[in-house]
């Protein structure tokens, strides 16, 4: 596990706010949950590469538990708050990338 950040969290060249060798932008500063293990990753690749079992939706009745790390304040948010926001982070107001929502699907179950 990564001691610069709060929760466990595992990936492939993550930078110090959770950026990873998949999703490098300035706006990738997110890491997500996976359901089954409950340890975060900056994207599905990264579990892929460092996980053995497939990466399992956050599950709905667990919606107002932690979800999602943001790399740049390092609160987390419930699966919920993330949800409502998406573009930016309720607590520090960092702008995360629009374009993850095209794959909400992956990280949060029944979306
Ligand atoms: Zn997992
Ligand atoms: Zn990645
Ligand atoms: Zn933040």
Redesign the pocket.
Known sequence: MDPRFPVPLRGVRVDAQTRCAHYPSPRDVIALR??????Y?PCHLC?EAT?D????PWPRDRFDEPAVLCGVCRETLTAREYLASASDCPRCGAAFNPGCAAHHALYFEGL
Request: charged share 10%; proline share 8%; net charge negative.
């Open positions: 996976c359901g089954a293990c409950e340890v990753v579990h996980a079992h497939p990466l399992a």
